[in-house]
């Protein structure tokens, strides 16, 4: 099978469904599900099969290309399975809403724009991609209007803003090199100057950062995560946002090189120091902003961003320790931060749409399901051993340790007991505690919500106990960018200083883990009693009110706010109040609608090409 | 050793650790002029609160402790105890998450019992956890880069050669900061703010009773030990003695004997701890944030700096 | 958002009495506190009414289980005041050297609900020590170590034992010659003073807006004593210092208490210095079974170590009580003075803010 | 010098002051004077309410209400400004139609006072804040402060009729 | 440690280990309680024989009730005494649980506890000493070891008369029954 039918599915699927709809439900939900599961079977039969193919000859000149390789793999399996799961959850989230044939058409068509991306051999393909799927992005984030119309409008300046960088980058590459073919760009590139790598590094850098959320350049994530509908919330911080830790690698490795990346800069300023303290501090501040937050999906969204440090902490050091890391990074905070948005779906379509921390509570005995899923994904996120976050993290660590980056370690490891107590405080506000009265009988979690939880929850633990399925995977990643392989087994890393072997820890913990489950079972067993019998200071409980919720870590907060608050509102407001100005200015020459912001841009950027053609600054 | 090990240092530690807190309550009673209880008395507690017949909040509040109990028993398994261990795998990064396992099935386990006491004591845990951890993360990256190692064993083993750590001035900055920390990590009068009777009905164990307080206790016991095992493994340079041992070296003499001395250790850190401890109101729980992310973390810092440029 | 109603009491460690607070807390803030009293309520006003004027004096001191003494002395003034008996001389320097040495006691056993309040183990055992001392001095002198009833109208139930004083002065030495170790681990103590310090602040205008007496007060610079205003008994005779502080938070109020206990052990020798050496303790009364006391109402007040207590009686020309009131300090501090210092203080200071209020729950509800 | 009493004779109508002892005022008064009289003695420095109490004088049928206020002397002010230390106003009211204006606005803290005279007398208070139960949990159907209220009757009828548990497992017998 | 000691360990660990570590839960129902804090201070020392205070009912054994017990304080020492995981022990202070006491008359008094809990053991006097603490703590070894202090199996076969005592003082309870009660066993004096 080639690469063009593949993306033909992709693509058709979309406006398959779209087209279905409009005949019948149940036909549009049928064939969602059938083509996003064949495509992954499809782009599984890739698996160690490399594979290239023109698709367009002569566009402008240039051909466009597709291929296959160990890295395009990787990120195409994960996208469509993620992609495949939540649309499997839609069937159930989405059923009391409207437009859904408009939902499930740009929920595929971002999957077969970020399938086309990860497959794109050429710049052009990338960028044409990229662009589809910002602005499908675009238009879902704004599904559910009013606030979440803003948060699109905020996501898709941004985006604009990298898409603009990044045409201003192919176009010089083009000038520069007369290709825009990634393999044959990164032979090229060799000869170029430090200067022009270190240009083009940065104008790539705000792209694929802007995309990746890191830190200057984040404030478009919370709020299109938050006000988009739950399962996209899912695909958007799985993969989509990814695709620019997917940008770093092929610019980093792929076209400019490893070796010539670790050149630019010396001592304490260069490249990837600076990328590596970007990371650091997109590891801690937003952790700790996430402890603040009252939305789940606004806490989650944040960890979103801290989360995306580790793999730029990861790749930044160019080495196969942190390679393998970072790269095994992405897939797992994929893992588990859909899980968790889906588990909070789940909750929000139970409580009919309450998402707030503060009012829910004790939901654990009533949705098992989403309580598992919850639990399993902040174990992930905290890296708990035995779950794949801890593996990926160790690898980080280790890198950092070992290229003698103590701090940036420190930063690393700071981020992950933030992130403790603010993804505690997710599990016990929704979950743990006192249920309230009202949400004695909520709905039950439906199958097609509970069939994605449960196999996410399997993989957290499967790759956390196995880390050696993805890393034999990433490996091979490693190898094609000219790394030397990474000496793993099933189990975890074999030969190097520390070595890290999960079965080890899995034995241990089963068999202690019986033996106290076998005291436990064998002393006294226990009384079950209601959550109404409960010590009160010899009173009976208030119902509805004795449940700790608000302010969770209220002493912190008091400490910590005064820091957090000026920072960071200056910021936002400086951002918002540019954004603002930046409108009002157009708006005085526009009408004011959306689309006349995008021919401002083109209008920019096609000033900048006659600049470009005219006296070739770039 | 490994097997041998795997089965005898979590019983060295599980009985060191209650004895441990026997001492630790004998100790004080000597400085509130009395008499105390028996130094075997949390044998006595223990074996009590075994034989009631507890209650429970529903499956997850048993899956929380016992979680928590395997947490800390497998976390036993790293520390090297004197030349016994049983696991090195993931080193001192492994052994900080490990070292999470307990609080968090505590955590876990006191929230499904919905008291709003046990949440407010696990919010001040995590946030005293918060304090400490920073310090102490410091504490730790120094000794790692110190030695270009990740592993415990390798740490221990090294300073067998060298003496101990602390004796080196490099990382006898990181040592004191550890001594100073050394109260929050074990739960100690001026950081006993998790468990605050007075305040909030001994947190998150609240609800705990019978075997579900059986557990805890020995939990409790062997945090406890874990927390100065740490140092002496670290600092103090485990169950050796400068050396004074090389000429029992090859016979099974000197492996006993290291478990001796590492345990003397241990009764020494414990002792000075809780004379500090006997003299101390506890903190508000910003206080003790604001404490620790003050000093101790200057020093830490301050010692990490050294080595990294050292480095 | 969801609200939140902590009880603190009565079955609870912090809480020093049979007494309830239910909180309403907001993170760790304290939005909104109500006292709930009660528990303790045995109808002590109505079951006086039902019995002779001596046979109330069991029941009288069992209003106050930290301090019985005031309790026995301000219906012992009650009583004198409405049926018109005078003390003699040498009574009234016993019943205030008893009086004093139920202040430093009852002050004791405050300094160990406030050190055990913020897990202060060591000074609490030391302070109960030193107060179980004094009670051995009260069990020398009448017979029983908390409920002693010693005063009787008209003086007191027997004179000093031989050598009693003495060993009272040696006893008092032994507790002052520790203050200076509970200077330097209690009171001077840095996070002791971190702790009390700024928390649970009455100023003196919400002080004297709500009524607050005794060493709430005297933290706000007033030295309101009753000893000083109205002398009663002995204290007539000697010259004391009120000690005040100016702060008004929780750590000014125990300093007040310290100081008063200090100057309260001074009196006690001053007091034993001045004493006449001979004289009768109590004057003759009637028959208790027989005796009437002529109609009429009468209120008294006097200084317990928490404040200003007062008496409103009223008696019908019968043998019994027609009408008892109590005005005890601690009703207006637990009732009203608590609930407004507790106001947006954190939940880890309800302990410590109560137990510098020195609210003793038995005597809000009597 | 006009002396308080006097004073407050030509300031008030009706006033039965008797001070027989040297620092207390005893000052029979209407029911209606008593919130004027209240915030006049706050004014002339009697800042502090010490207690308010209430006598059942059943065989009048009347409730005898009755506020204590004294200054807020300090030590070491001078004695003479004040010459009374304490002043007692007594009022009566019906039996039958307990209730009366609460005196929260002049001294706050009347308020625990005048809640438990709510609860042990039946008193209502008009303007009171809560008048919610402050000592008792049970409802007692005369205040048990009446002096109709027999408290050994009603231990014996109430705590004296719950049968022992043996006496419960014999009535199953 | 004698022989009839060691014996005894070996042949219930359990029971000796409740006798030997009594983590009291107590609250100041009365007067009693001023004799607590002596009891357990350096004085007397009650952590000598394994006598600590503890925070909850969930983690005590044995339930001090010291003094008078009003009816609204009934309710509390109900509620914790039903908290407490069994094997659990009751002692009483002073004489006012036996029969009222001196407040044999008043109205907001119980006058006998056993009505509405089993008591294990009483300690007599107004107030009792420190001293009699430790007498009753002594006697009521006595007592585990005769197997006599069962007052929680009394609890537990009797519920339905308790709950009735406690329903009849109080009306409907706040809380449901500890045990399951079938209704026409309900007693009907």
Redesign the interface.
């Known amino acids: 099978m080639s690469l063009e039918i593949l993306l033909a599915i992709a693509y058709g699927g979309a406006f398959l469904t779209y087209f279905s709809g409009k005949i019948s439900q149940g036909l549009r939900d049928g064939a969602a599900v059938l083509l996003s599961l064949g495509t992954v079977l499809i782009v599984s039969s890739f698996y160690n099969v490399p594979a290239a193919s023109v698709l367009y000859e002569g566009f402008l000149g240039l051909s466009l290309v597709l291929r296959m390789n160990s890295l395009a793999w990787f990120f195409a399996i994960a996208i469509v399975s993620f992609n495949a799961l939540c649309v499997i959850y839609s069937l159930a989230y989405m059923k009391d809403r409207n437009e859904k044939d408009y939902y499930y058409f740009m929920l595929l068509l971002i999957n077969a724009a970020m399938l086309t991306i990860v497959l794109s051999g050429d710049l052009v393909t990338f960028f044409i991609a990229w662009e589809i799927m910002s602005w499908a992005t675009f238009l879902l984030i704004s599904y559910n209007r009013n606030g979440a119309l803003q948060a699109g409008i905020k996501y898709i300046v941004l985006s604009l803003i990298g898409s603009m960088c990044m045409l201003i980058g192919i176009l010089s590459v083009y000038t520069s090199f007369n290709t825009l073919n990634i393999s044959e760009l990164s032979g090229q590139l060799t000869t170029a100057s430090a200067g022009y790598k270190l240009f083009l590094l940065i104008i790539f850098s705000i792209t694929f950062g802007i995309k990746n959320a890191v830190m200057p350049l984040h404030t478009w994530l919370p709020d299109a995560y938050t006000e988009s509908p739950t399962p996209f919330s899912a695909v958007l911080s799985g993969m989509l946002t990814r695709m620019g830790v997917y940008g770093f690698l092929v610019i980093l490795f792929g076209i400019v090189g490893i070796k010539s990346v670790l050149t630019l800069g010396s001592g304490f300023i260069s490249y990837t120091k600076t990328m590596a303290w970007l990371g650091a501090i997109t590891i801690v501040i937003p952790t700790f902003i996430a402890m603040l937050q009252n939305d789940a999906k606004k806490l989650l969204a944040w960890h979103g961003i801290g989360q995306g440090g580790y793999m730029i902490l990861g790749i930044a050091f160019g080495t196969s320790l942190g390679m393998a890391g970072g790269i095994f990074h992405t897939l797992n905070h994929a893992i588990y931060i859909v899980l968790l948005f889906l588990s909070v779906g789940a909750v929000e379509y139970s409580t009919s749409g309450i998402r707030d921390l503060n009012s829910l509570g004790g939901l654990f005995k009533k949705m098992p399901i989403a309580f598992l899923g919850g639990f399993l994904g902040i174990s992930g996120l905290i890296g708990v051993p035995l779950t794949n976050g801890f593996v990926s993290k160790w690898l980080i660590y280790k890198t950092l340790i070992l290229e003698n980056a103590p701090f940036l370690a420190f930063a690393a490891l700071l981020g992950t007991w933030g992130t403790i107590l603010s993804v505690y405080k997710f599990l016990h506000n929704l979950y743990l505690g006192q249920i309230p009265e009202k949400h004695k009988n909520i709905k039950k979690t439906p199958l097609a919500m509970q069939v994605p939880i449960v196999i996410l929850s399997f993989a957290i633990i499967l790759f956390g106990i196995m880390p050696g399925l993805p890393l034999k995977v990433i490996n091979s990643i490693n190898v094609a960018f000219g790394f030397s392989p990474l000496d793993v087994n099933l189990w975890g890393v074999v030969s190097e200083a520390g070595t890290l072997n999960m079965l080890n820890i899995f034995t241990a913990l089963i068999v202690f883990g019986a033996i106290v489950w076998g005291i436990f079972r064998i002393s006294r067993p226990a009384t079950l009693t209601d959550q109404y019998d409960n010590y009160a200071a010899g009173a009976a409980i208030p119902k509805d009110k004795y449940h700790y919720t608000v302010e969770y870590y209220a002493p912190f907060y008091r400490m910590v706010k005064p820091f957090l608050k000026d920072i960071f509102d200056l910021l936002y407001q400086k951002v918002a109040r540019a954004n603002d100005f930046l409108c009002d200015n157009i708006r005085k020459i526009y009408t004011g609608y959306v689309g006349n912001y995008v021919m401002y841009i083109v209008f920019f950027m096609a000033f900048l090409i006659f600049i470009q053609l005219k006296w070739s600054v770039f | 050793m490994n097997i041998v090990a795997?089965i005898v240092s979590?019983l060295i530690a599980l009985i060191t650790g209650l004895f441990f807190l026997g001492l630790s309550?004998k100790i004080?009673?000597r400085?509130?002029?009395?008499?105390?209880?028996?130094v075997y008395?949390p044998f006595?507690?223990v074996?009590?609160?075994?034989?009631?017949?507890?209650?429970?909040?529903?499956n997850?509040f048993?899956f929380g402790?016992?979680?928590s109990?395997?947490?800390t028993?497998?976390l036993v398994?790293f520390l090297p105890i004197g030349g016994l261990w049983?696991?090195n795998?993931?080193?001192l990064?492994?052994f900080?998450?490990?070292m999470?396992?307990g609080p968090?099935g505590i955590?876990?386990s006191g929230?499904?019992?919905?008291?709003?006491?046990s949440?407010?004591g696990?919010?001040?845990n995590?946030?005293l956890?918060?304090a400490y951890?920073?310090p102490l993360?410091?504490i730790l990256?120094?000794v790692?880069?110190d030695y270009?190692?990740?592993?415990l064993v390798e740490i221990v083993e090294k300073q067998a050669a060298t003496g101990m750590a602390i004796s080196s001035w490099r990382l006898v900055i990181p040592g004191i900061a550890y001594f100073l920390i050394l109260p929050a990590i074990l739960g100690l009068?001026?950081f006993?703010i998790t468990g605050?009777?007075?305040?909030?009905?001994?947190g998150p164990?609240?609800?705990?009773?019978?075997?579900?307080?059986?557990?805890y206790t020995l939990q409790h016991a062997l945090q406890t030990f874990v927390g100065i095992a740490l140092f002496v493994d670290i600092f103090l340079g485990g169950g050796t003695l400068f050396g004074l041992l090389n000429s029992l070296a090859g016979t099974v003499w000197v492996d006993i004997l290291e478990i001796f001395i590492f345990l003397l250790k241990m009764v020494l850190v414990l002792f000075i701890g809780l004379f500090v401890n006997?003299?101390?109101?506890?903190?508000?729980?910003?206080?003790a944030?604001?404490y620790l992310w003050k000093w101790p973390t200057l020093i830490a810092f301050v010692g990490?700096v050294i080595?990294?440029i050292i480095? | 958002m969801r609200e939140l109603e902590l009880y603190y009491g009565p079955q609870h460690l912090g809480m020093v009495g049979n007494f309830s607070i239910t909180l309403q807390v907001e993170g760790d803030r304290i939005v909104k506190a109500s006292a709930n009293p009660g528990y303790l309520h045995r109808g002590f006003e109505k079951l006086m009414e039902q019995r002779t004027w001596m046979q109330n004096f069991p029941l009288v001191c069992r209003i106050n289980v930290v301090e019985p003494d005031h309790m026995e002395l301000i219906y012992a003034m009650g009583v004198e005041k409405l049926a018109g008996i005078e003390v003699p001389e040498r009574g009234k320097y016993v019943r205030s050297i008893y009086c004093e040495m139920a202040r430093v006691a009852s002050h004791l056993f405050g300094a160990w609900a406030y050190a055990n309040m913020l897990g202060f183990d060591t000074v609490a055992h030391w302070a109960m020590y030193h107060r179980d001392l004094l009670l051995d001095m009260f069990e020398e002198l009448t017979g029983a170590r908390v409920y002693h009833i010693y005063l009787r109208p008209g003086g007191v139930r027997r004179d000093f034992p031989d050598g009693f004083t003495d060993r009272l002065v040696e006893t008092l030495h032994k507790i002052g010659g520790k203050v200076p170790d509970y200077n330097a681990t209690f009171f001077e103590n840095s996070l002791f003073r971190k702790r009390a310090e700024c928390v649970g602040i009455v100023n003196r205008e919400e002080a004297l807006r709500m009524g607050a007496v005794g060493h709430t007060l005297k933290a706000t610079g007033m030295a309101y004593d009753i000893r000083k205003i109205e002398p009663y008994d002995a204290y007539d005779q000697i010259d004391f210092d009120i000690h005040t502080r100016e702060k008004g938070d929780a750590y000014s109020r125990l300093l007040a208490i310290r100081d008063e206990m200090i100057e309260s052990v001074h009196m006690i020798f001053k007091l034993i210095d001045k004493m006449p050496a001979q004289g009768e303790v109590c004057t003759k009364t009637p028959n208790p079974f027989k005796w009437t006391i002529p109609a009429g109402d009468a209120y008294v007040r006097c200084e317990s170590s928490r404040g200003e207590l007062g008496l409103y009686m009223v008696s019908d020309g019968g043998s019994k009580p027609y009408r008892v009131h109590f005005n005890t300090p601690s009703y207006n501090h637990g009732l009203t003075v608590l609930e407004k210092a507790l106001e947006g203080e954190s939940i880890s200071d309800v302990g410590n803010i109560m137990i510098s209020l020195y609210v003793v729950a038995p005597e809000i509800d009597r | 010098m006009v002396s308080l009493k006097e004073k407050l004779l030509s300031d008030f109508e009706g006033l039965k002051i008797d001070d027989r002892e040297a620092d207390r005022l005893f000052i029979d008064t209407q029911k209606e004077a008593v919130l004027s009289l209240l915030s006049y003695l706050k004014k002339a420095g009697y800042n502090h309410l010490a207690m308010v109490s209430c006598t059942d004088w059943i065989d009048e049928g009347k409730f005898e209400l009755v506020y204590i206020v004294n200054a807020y002397l300090s030590g070491d002010q001078v004695f003479g400004k004040k010459e009374k230390k304490c002043i007692v106003i007594r009022t009566k009211i019906s039996r039958q139609s307990a209730r009366f204006m609460t005196v929260m606005e002049i001294f706050e803290n009347a308020e625990p006072y005048e809640r438990e005279m709510h609860e042990m007398f039946g008193i209502d208070f008009e303007g009171h804040p809560r008048l919610t139960p402050l000592m008792l949990e049970r409802d007692y159907k005369i205040p048990p402060f009446r002096k109709d209220f027999d408290t050994l009757n009603y231990v014996n009828n109430t705590f004296g009729k719950i049968p022992s548990i043996e006496q419960r497992k014999e009535g199953l017998k | 440690m004698d022989r009839n000691q060691i014996s005894k360990w070996l042949k219930n660990p359990g029971k000796m280990a409740h006798k030997y570590s009594f983590h009291v839960v107590y609250f100041c129902t009365g007067c009693g309680i001023i004799e607590i804090p002596p009891s357990i201070t350096t004085r007397w020392d009650a952590e000598r024989f394994g006598i600590i205070p503890v925070a909850t009912p969930r983690q005590a054994n044995l339930f001090l009730i010291t003094g008078y017990v009003s009816t609204k304080t009934l309710k509390a020492i109900i509620r914790t005494y039903e908290q407490m995981p069994e094997p659990k022990y009751t002692v009483a202070f002073g004489s006012c649980p036996i029969n009222g006491g001196m407040y044999y008359d008043s109205y907001n008094t119980i006058t006998s506890l056993d009505k509405y809990i089993p008591v294990d053991g009483y300690i007599a006097g107004c107030m009792p000493r420190p001293e009699a603490v430790f007498i009753g703590v002594t006697h009521l070894w006595k007592l585990i070891d005769m197997d006599k202090a069962d007052g929680y199996k009394r609890y537990r076969e009797d519920y339905v008369h308790y709950r009735a005592n406690q329903e009849q003082l109080y009306g409907q309870m706040d809380w449901p029954p500890l045990f399951p009660v079938e209704k026409k066993e309900q007693a009907n004096l």
């Open positions: 795997l979590p309550r004080s009673a400085i509130h002029w009395r008499y105390g209880p028996p008395q006595i507690d074996m009590r609160a075994f034989s009631q017949k507890s209650i429970t909040h529903g997850f048993d402790i016992i979680l109990l395997t947490g028993i497998v398994l049983a696991l795998t993931g080193g990064i492994m900080l998450y490990l999470l396992l968090f955590a876990l929230a499904a019992a919905a008291n709003p006491n949440s407010i696990i919010s001040r995590f946030l956890a918060l951890e920073v993360l410091l990256l120094a790692m880069t270009n190692t990740i592993s009068r001026p006993e605050a009777v007075q305040e909030i009905a001994s164990i609240a609800e705990f009773g019978g075997k579900h307080m059986a557990f006997a003299v101390y109101p506890r903190f508000r729980i910003e206080q944030m604001q990490l080595v990294a480095n």
